[in-house]
Structures are given as structure tokens and as C-alpha cells.
């Protein structure tokens, strides 16, 4: 069967990330933090096989704010050089959590649940048959602002994540959000003997030290023919080629806090190691904000610039060419249970 596959995806870039020095200095700011709270502590190991296929033919691939990352020759995956202690990581979510939440300026939360979350719910649910009863899990779903839309399309939201605010404030939305990570919530969904039909993460897959663990954890409970939902950074990108020539100018990914960085075959071998038929792709990105970063953190004046105002005015259309060469920075899978 081949996959079905969307490319492009209206945005708002003035909207969602701001195009001001401040906002570009901001997201490169907490790089910068992070890189050095996981360069400094001592509770790592070197990682010395693939973490995806088990593969020991890895090599150094990029060094990003002094962070080191290895890419396997087998399944093309990247991944930090380090594995972290779980205690350590635990710790640094919950005191940091807040500090590297940069969805949180006033306009990005009335942009965001309508212009992003929506639309990718829509674009999971639509073609599937409508059944009574459906349940959603989203991994690491911080505030809840994709379960809220889950919510609104008329199924029960659950939701799992290590911030305590983040699920103060999911809790608000209607969402059943626990401050537990995924053993924990398997082990609880087992205990009430909850069975999920959709299970998603945006950006979580790519925080974990073992990804093959996380799914055949989740795996207890997902139904047959369930969809599993991923949507991750795609390090074959023009993003991510902006990331590892101007290291010091980067943000967003590549950073300490990031374990994994997945190329779509590295997250293909994962899905069918895991039992998961790839049924949908979605192809988008903003990875033209990302050149208009580099430009602006090189020369703190250059936003005032003609140049700037003509690409912030096309900015979709430079994207376009990107999302359709399909070299954009969002890996968006749609996965079914075999
Ligand atoms: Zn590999």
C-alpha cells in the first residue's frame, strides 16, 4: 500500500514565532542554557550503539553548542552521544520546564490551538469512521492544547507529562492529564483497564533515551488498528542544515535537551520494529524562518532591512519551494497497529 502524503501548510510566521531580534535571540538564548546544564552534569554515559536499531557502525555526524551528535550508517539515525541518568532528567524538566516553554507569549496562545492544533487533528481523523467511545493519548502533553481540539472532535483526551504547571493547566481544559511519565501511565491505563484508540507526540519521541522502550511500553495498551500519531523535527532538513553550519546561531533544535534527531528512515525502522504501518505523511515546516534567524542573530540591526520586510511579507511562498522540494523540517506520521 503506499503511503498518502500532504505537502505544505498555511502559517502565520508574525504570528507563531515573531520576527523581531528579541524573539530570534530568545529561542537561541535557551540553547544556550540548556547546552550548558547537560554539558556540565556528570550523570552521562557514552552511547555506544544505535539507539533505534542496535547498530554499533555510528560516527560523529554534527557538534552543536559544544553538544556532540552521532548519527548510525545503518538506519541513518542521529542521536546525542550521551545517555543521561533519568534522575538527572527528571530533575531538569521540572526546574527548567518552565524556562524552555517558549510557546507561552500572549499571541502564540490564541495562534497556536487554532492554527496548529487543529488542523492536525483534523488531518489525522480524516477518512476514518467515527465509532463510539474513542480515546486519545497524547505523550508529554504539556499544557494540553492539542488534547483541547482532541476534546472539541468528541473524543476522551488523555495525556501524560513531568511538568507540574503543565498539567495544573491541562487539568483546566477538561483533560485527563497525570504528572506521570510513560511506565507510570501504561501501569496506571492497565490498572483501570483504559485502551487507547490514537496515541500521539509532538516532540517526545525525541526527548527519550530509549524510543524502542517508550513504544513497547505504549504498545500495552493501544488497540489493533489503532493510529499512532508522530510528529518530530526531520534532520533532513534545510533547518537543520542552518543548525549545523551556524551552531551559534541556532535554536529550537539540535539542542542539549534533544536525544534523538530522526531522519525519515530511522523512523521508519522504529515503527515497523514496534509493529506500525506508516499510512500518512504530512510534509511542512519553517525552516525558511530559520535562514531569516541565522541573518538576523549575524547582524542584530538586519530586521529593520528591506530584505527582511519582503521576506517576512512572502514568507510562505519561500517555504513552499522548501515543503515541495520536500526538504522541510517536520517528520508528521500517521501509523496504524498491525
Ligand atoms: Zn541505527
Same mark, same amino acid.
Given at each position: 500500500m503506499t503511503i498518502k502524503t500532504l505537502i505544505g501548510k498555511k502559517v502565520d510566521i508574525t504570528q507563531l514565532k515573531g520576527?523581531?531580534? #528579541?524573539d530570534f535571540r530568545g529561542h537561541n538564548k535557551i540553547n544556550e542554557i540548556v547546552a550548558k546544564e547537560f554539558l556540565k552534569t556528570k550523570k552521562k554515559r557514552i552511547i555506544?550503539?544505535? $539507539?533505534i536499531c542496535g547498530s554499533s557502525r555510528i560516527k560523529l555526524k554534527t557538534v552543536v553548542m559544544k553538544v556532540p551528535f552521532m548519527q548510525c550508517t545503518k538506519c541513518t &539515525?542521529?542521536?546525542n552521544k550521551y545517555d543521561y541518568d533519568y534522575n538527572f532528567l527528571e530533575s531538569?524538566?521540572?526546574?527548567?520546564?518552565?524556562?524552555i516553554n517558549v510557546h507561552s507569549h500572549g499571541n502564540q496562545q490564541k495562534y497556536r490551538p487554532k492554527h496548529l492544533s487543529k488542523p492536525k487533528v483534523d488531518y489525522v481523523l480524516n477518512g476514518i469512521k467515527r465509532k463510539k467511545n474513542l480515546k486519545w493519548v497524547d505523550m508529554a502533553c504539556g499544557n494540553? #492544547?492539542?488534547l483541547s481540539q482532541v476534546k472539541k472532535s468528541g473524543i476522551k483526551p488523555y495525556g501524560f507529562d513531568l511538568n507540574e504547571d503543565d498539567i495544573k493547566r491541562a487539568k483546566k481544559k477538561g483533560i485527563n492529564a497525570f504528572r506521570k511519565d510513560m511506565t507510570q501511565f501504561v501501569n496506571y491505563a492497565l490498572d483501570k483497564n483504559i485502551k487507547f484508540d490514537f496515541a500521539s507526540g509532538t516532540g517526545y519521541l525525541d526527548m527519550v533515551n530509549d524510543p524502542n522502550y517508550e513504544l513497547r511500553t505504549l504498545n500495552k495498551i493501544m488497540k489493533k488498528g489503532s493510529l499512532l500519531i508522530i510528529d518530530l523535527p526531520d534532520f533532513n532538513s534545510i533547518c537543520h542544515d542552518m543548525i549545523r553550519y551556524f551552531p551559534q546561531q !541556532? !535554536?529550537? &533544535?539540535l539542542n542539549g535537551t534533544q536525544r534523538s534527531s530522526y531522519t525519515y528512515k530511522s523512523l521508519s525502522y522504529l515503527f515497523k520494529k514496534n509493529g506500525y504501518k506508516i499510512i500518512k505523511r504530512w510534509i511542512y515546516g519553517i525552516d525558511f524562518y530559520m535562514i531569516m534567524n541565522v541573518l538576523n542573530l549575524l547582524n542584530k540591526e538586519f530586521y529593520k532591512s528591506?530584505?527582511?520586510k $519582503?521576506?517576512?511579507?512572502?514568507? #510562505?511562498?519561500?517555504?513552499a519551494i522548501i515543503d515541495q522540494e520536500k526538504a522541510a523540517d517536520t517528520l508528521f506520521l500517521v501509523a496504524k497497529k498491525i
Open positions: 520576527v523581531r531580534y #528579541e555506544k550503539k544505535c $539507539i &539515525h542521529v542521536f531538569f524538566w521540572k526546574r527548567k520546564g518552565n524556562v494540553g #492544547e492539542f !541556532s !535554536s529550537r &533544535h528591506n530584505a527582511m $519582503i521576506m517576512t511579507k512572502n514568507y #510562505e511562498k519561500f517555504q
